[in-house]
Nanobody
Framework: QMQLVESGGGLVQAGGSLRLSCAAS????????MAWFRRVSGKEREFVAR????????YYSDSVKGRFTISRDNAKNTVSLQMNSLTPEDTAVYYC?????????WGQGTQVTVSS
């Protein structure tokens, strides 16, 4: 079992930046691929970014590529999402996700609101 706790959400003006963090419990963190997803009210959850177990590979949705950066620290069991050049369209609840084989865990989410 792995528990994920997100932090760092809040209110920011368009063009600003936020950094989300996700702290994971468990001793096998470095075996998991970690990702961020987001859900806009009334819509399905969508993929934002993913980082491989070692941190060497990253993937981004087209909507955030070039603006967001995902990274992880396996020594601290954390994964972060640096979000720059935020727009109102980035307003959503952001969720941390971990996946390894059949193991798939979600955090409770953190709200990000970008004002115009």
């Amino acid at each position: 079992q792995m528990q994920l706790v997100e932090s760092g959400g809040g209110l920011v003006q368009a063009g600003g930046s936020l950094r989300l963090s996700c702290a994971a419990s468990g001793r096998t963190f470095s075996s998991y691929a970690m990702a961020w997803f987001r859900r806009v009210s009334g819509k399905e959850r969508e993929f934002v970014a993913r980082v491989g177990p070692s941190g060497g590979t990253t993937y981004y949705s087209d909507s955030v590529k070039g603006r967001f950066t995902i990274s992880r620290d396996n020594a601290k069991n954390t994964v972060s999402l640096q979000m720059n050049s935020l727009t109102p369209e980035d307003t959503a609840v952001y969720y941390c996700n971990s996946r390894w084989g059949t193991h798939n865990y979600w955090g409770q989410g953190t709200q990000v609101t970008v004002s115009s």
